[in-house]
């Protein structure tokens, strides 16, 4: 493994810092980006949306996108370098975010001619936006399961069901969607993969809030929706596999997030409050507590060097993915309970006090924490997937 980064990386990432240092409006900046990847109002989305702009035009959105397609073909060090550095001017996720990272790369790998020019080139500029219609009531692990109904009527199909947890469907322009085309196929045979525009009528979007009032995700309900063949991706009943690509894909645009500065924030913290009348830091359970995160930080941190070293190495993927996925998602919960054990009930507070100056910081990482431990497959996925291929534990 090597520490080391190149003279080019290091003027790459001068680079981004300093444009984004002179371009970032501060009133943009989120606490932590990707527990506020969706925006929280419309008016703030469109804002989001002007700033993807400015960022396209100077060349900083999609980089690792090919040039053809308008990116800079960047490497995977330099697209770490630049998720690193918009993380630490705490920089909000592009707005445009699903159709960069997933949607924009299964068409340029895997979409028509067709596709091509018609949706890729609206992406980076955010002229489009994105969202991801695969989770339904019944299908989420097991999504293989899904029932939303596409039936071929001849130049089209008429959509119905419904989709969960849809994020950002409240402001999104198009959807990918899975549906099921062969009721009688295999399950993983009878799916295929649809581009729907969301202004088509019969297309419903209800908003779930979530505990601390964001408006993340969605329900969104299809009746009698009519989707153009143009629309469908591959042939009919390929469904799965690009599922299965832009699930790839998902899980390589993870974006920057630091342990690190959650603990390094825990420890300044436990300098200020007191438990039982005595500044928490003096407590040698307090301080033992904080070095275990810290030491579970840095296993993390190797963890993910040596995914990293494998990668650029052009290995085949090790079983690291799924144990970072596993530890980092449970990392989180374990700092933001930690949290609570040293606020108590203060750490319900949502907004600045005497008490907790840095509120709803804290409020919200308790209520965030768990989403991580169940987007893009569960804890109990990710220890399914280490048994049996990892470890080569029998199924029962
Ligand atoms: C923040 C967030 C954003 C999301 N955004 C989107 C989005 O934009 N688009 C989209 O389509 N989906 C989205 N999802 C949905 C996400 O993909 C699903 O929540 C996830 O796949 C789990 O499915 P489920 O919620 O249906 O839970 P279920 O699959 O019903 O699981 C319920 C419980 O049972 C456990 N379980 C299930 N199967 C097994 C098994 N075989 N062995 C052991 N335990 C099992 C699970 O671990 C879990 O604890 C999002 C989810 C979150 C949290």
Same mark, same amino acid.
């Given at each position: 493994m090597d520490f080391h980064y190149t003279p080019e990386q290091d003027a790459f990432r001068r680079d981004i810092r300093q444009w984004l240092a002179a371009?970032?409006?501060?009133?943009?900046?989120?606490?932590d980006p990707q527990d506020e990847r969706v925006a929280p109002d419309r008016a703030t989305f469109e804002r989001r949306v002007e700033w993807q702009r400015t960022m396209y035009k100077a060349g900083w959105v999609g980089i690792s996108w090919p040039v053809e397609y308008g990116g800079r073909g960047a490497s995977l060090m330099e697209q770490i370098i630049y998720d690193e550095e918009c993380f630490r001017a705490r920089a909000p996720v592009l707005p445009g975010y699903s159709g960069i990272g997933m949607i924009g790369p299964v068409l340029i790998e895997r979409g028509s001619e067709a596709h091509k020019r018609r949706f890729v080139p609206r992406i980076l500029s955010a002229d489009d936006i994105w969202c991801q219609g695969f989770s339904e009531p019944g299908a989420g692990s097991d999504l293989a399961g899904l029932s939303t109904r596409a039936e071929d009527r001849g130049d089209h199909f008429v959509v119905n069901g419904q989709k969960v947890w849809t994020s950002g469907a409240q402001f999104a322009d198009w959807i990918y969607l899975l549906v099921r085309t062969d009721p009688a196929a295999p399950r993983h045979r009878g799916i295929s993969y649809l581009l729907v525009d969301m202004k088509t009528p019969g297309i419903n979007v209800r908003p779930l809030v979530l505990m601390n009032g964001h408006k993340h995700f969605n329900e969104v309900f299809f009746v009698d929706v009519a989707v153009p063949? &143009?629309?469908?991706?591959?042939?009919?009943?390929?469904g799965w596999s690009l599922a299965m690509t832009t699930l790839m894909y998902e899980r390589k645009s993870g974006g920057g997030r630091s342990h690190d500065d959650q603990i390094a924030r825990l420890g300044a913290l436990a300098r200020q409050v007191k438990i039982d009348g005595k500044l &928490?830091?003096?407590?040698p359970l307090v301080r033992q507590r904080l070095a275990q995160l810290a030491i579970d930080a840095s296993a993390f941190k190797y963890t993910r060097f040596r995914n990293l070293t494998r990668q650029l190495r052009g290995e085949p993927p090790g079983p690291e993915g799924s144990i970072l996925k596993l530890f980092g998602s449970e990392l989180g919960v374990r700092i933001a309970d930690f949290a609570g054990e040293l606020l108590g009930p203060r750490v319900l507070l949502n907004q600045p006090s005497e008490d907790v100056p840095d509120g709803p910081r804290w409020y919200n990482r308790v209520v965030s924490s768990r989403q991580y431990t169940i987007a893009g497959g569960t804890s109990e996925i990710q220890r399914n997937i280490i048994g049996e291929r990892v470890l080569g534990l029998p199924k029962d």
């Open positions: 371009n970032l409006p501060k009133d943009l900046c989120v606490d063949k &143009a629309n469908l991706v591959g042939k009919v009943g390929e &928490a830091w003096d407590s």
